[in-house]
């Protein structure tokens, strides 16, 4: 079965300072992954994602992830973070079992940014 | 645009007690999910609907049932509620019909939900 561990459960981070969220995938089939936020008490949102093409996978608020099949990772970055950006922070993978409708998530990566 | 909507946003119950959690999405989606969100483990998938008059089970279906009422209305019913299942639940839907445009869900804003 696909599984995603993120290996951070917390980071904490200055204002302006470059971020970096780790996300291992492990996966036998082809590979769809996604990174989503989630904002003090709200619902998660679509951050990113990868299906095919580019590696290199840009989303909204400025953060970017580059799919790395050798390591089998999906890390979440942006060169500057800020005060808004502190949320937690999910990576995923469709499940298998439901026909990749539903999605497996990783345990989540609580982004504190601090002035 | 409402997109996912779920009511309520916070309930306590008693040990024992029953009741429902109601989601309906506004967006014509064929796919709808139930998950729960607990400290340190992500979100798990309760119960999910492929499509109307569909349901199956995800991860962690015990001490749940659901209903798919209608393509809009995925409700989430405890029967006898236990303190294990004190959590945030969140509803999503998902549309498409195929893989890779199903699996980007829109999520509810959730209910904190609390058995003592």
């Known amino acids: 079965a696909q599984s995603v561990t993120q290996l951070d459960s917390q980071v904490p981070v200055f204002e302006e300072a470059p971020v970096e969220l780790r996300c291992n995938y492990s996966s036998s089939v082809s590979v769809y992954l996604f990174w989503y936020v989630q904002y003090p008490n709200q619902g998660l949102q679509l951050l990113l994602k990868?299906?095919?093409?580019?590696?290199l996978v840009k989303g909204i608020n400025g953060f970017e992830a580059e799919f790395n099949k050798s390591q089998t990772s999906f890390h979440l970055r942006k060169p500057s973070v800020h005060i808004s950006d502190t949320a937690e922070y999910f990576c995923a993978v469709p499940t298998m079992d439901t026909g990749r409708r539903a999605l497996t998530f990783g345990s989540g990566t609580r982004l504190q940014v601090q002035p | 645009n409402a997109g996912v909507t779920q009511t309520p946003k916070f309930q306590v119950l008693k040990t024992g007690q029953s009741m429902t959690l109601q989601c309906a999405q506004d967006?014509?989606?064929?796919?709808m999910y139930w998950y729960r969100q607990d400290p340190g483990m992500g979100l798990r998938l309760i119960y999910y609907?492929?499509?109307?008059?569909?349901?199956d089970k995800g991860e962690v279906p015990n001490g749940y049932n659901v209903s798919r009422l209608n393509k809009r209305e995925f409700s989430l019913r405890l029967e006898s509620a236990a303190p294990s299942q004190t959590s945030v639940y969140f509803c999503?839907?998902?549309?498409?019909?195929?893989?890779?445009?199903?699996?980007?869900?829109?999520f509810g804003q959730g209910t904190r939900l609390t058995v003592v």
């Open positions: 990868y299906l095919s093409g580019s590696t």
């Open positions: 967006m014509n989606h064929n796919s």
């Open positions: 609907s492929a499509s109307e008059g569909t349901t």
């Open positions: 999503a839907s998902s549309g498409g019909q195929t893989p890779k445009l199903n699996t980007e869900a829109f």
